[in-house]
């Protein structure tokens, strides 16, 4: 993977040059000052002020965002999620102790002021409530609305927040990373034969949540040379942005495969007798995906190309055979989160286990 990250940092460089060439200056076509209005996810234009050395982050997301943009000191609130992720702790040693002014759904006024942030990231789900958003309106500190579907949803996310926070090109080093590694997998899957391809169920943290199309975690999942089993909307059971299937559905699918991104789930596939029908079930195909920052394609995953990679590789090995994963997993988190994994680092993120501590209640 080193090598791949210098080809993709080589062409980011030359297009920034290129782009100041063309536009007679070297700043890049995305820059904006600080000052003038940006534009957010939810179309608003947000005045970005000048000084931004404090963020609250109140959408998990947005927190893996800010330290892949090497913002992790200016964050001082977060939601109670991200203090769970274990490499986020590795990152920001004191994030326990950061407020978390968002929790059941509702936002803490008093709490966020109270963290005085320069410049707060949400969700536009926050924004539902005309109280709450009055509320949000009075503190007078402005906000960047961040949200996505797709993949292309999530690169422009990216993009916002890299604006937002004057770290340009870091989002854009990314964003041609995204871009390259995803291109790489289907291009060598281009020659697959469409038979050969694998019919995938994935299980979205609960065992009979799934993707819904056109959806980023289902798009990861088309990425990679799957197909998933989910074909309609009208499939599943629609509750808010979630989709759920039942057992029977699951039982009509009768997948080649099932990917999980829950330990809890895995092991209940396994185990549970009402699912022992199932073919993948019985052939020993329930497969855990890594769990990193977050839970490698799931909707609110950072990690998508990365996911792409994994489940192309794992799926179709020999169309992979000169990738080792573990490389690719400790230069990923090297060269774009600082991180330096150890193999036993590594180790729990392929197995899923032991990188997000569990919720008080599931003592």
């Excluded at 590694?181 to 289907?186: A, D, H, L, P, Y």
């Excluded at 074909?231 to 999980?260: F, H, M, N």
């Amino acid at each position: 993977m080193r090598k791949r990250i210098v080809i993709v940092s080589i062409i980011m460089a030359v297009s920034i040059f290129c782009n100041g060439c063309f536009h007679g200056r070297t700043k890049t076509d995305h820059e904006i000052k600080a000052g003038e209005p940006l534009v957010d996810c939810a179309g608003r234009a947000v005045e970005i002020p000048r000084k931004k050395d404090r963020i609250a982050c109140l959408y998990a997301y947005t927190g893996h965002v800010a330290i892949l943009l090497q913002c992790e000191e200016k964050i001082v609130a977060v939601v109670d999620g991200l203090k769970r992720d274990n490499l986020m702790q590795m990152k920001i040693p004191g994030l326990n102790e950061l407020s978390a002014p968002y929790n059941s759904g509702a936002i803490n006024i008093e709490e966020l002021a109270a963290a005085k942030p320069d410049l707060i990231f949400l969700r536009a789900s926050n924004l539902q409530d005309e109280g709450e958003l009055e509320k949000l309106d009075g503190l007078a500190i402005p906000y960047v609305v961040v949200e996505y579907v797709t993949m292309e949803d999530q690169k422009q996310s990216i993009r916002i927040m890299g604006q937002a926070l004057d770290r340009q090109d870091e989002a854009e080093a990314y964003l041609s990373y995204y871009e390259t590694t995803i291109s790489m997998v289907q291009e060598r899957l281009a020659a697959l034969p469409e038979d050969q391809r694998k019919t995938v169920y994935h299980s979205v943290n609960e065992v009979v949540r799934t993707d819904m199309p056109g959806t980023l975690s289902y798009q990861v999942l088309e990425a990679a040379g799957c197909k998933n089993v989910v074909t309609a909307d009208q499939e599943l059971r629609i509750d808010g942005e979630k989709g759920y299937a039942s057992v029977e559905q699951i039982y009509l699918w009768d997948p080649d495969l099932i990917l999980v991104n829950e330990p809890g789930a895995w092991e209940y596939f396994r185990t549970d007798a009402k699912f022992s029908g199932l073919r993948a079930v019985r052939e020993g195909a329930v497969y855990q995906l890594p769990v990193g920052l977050s839970r490698w394609a799931h909707p609110g995953s950072l990690e998508s190309p990365l996911a792409v990679l994994y489940i192309a590789s794992t799926l179709y090995p020999e169309y992979f055979s000169d990738i080792d994963m573990t490389e690719e997993i400790r230069d990923f988190y090297d060269t774009f989160f600082h991180i330096a994994l150890t193999e036993e680092d590594i180790g729990k993120i392929l197995k899923g286990e032991g990188m997000r501590t569990p919720r008080e209640e599931e003592h």
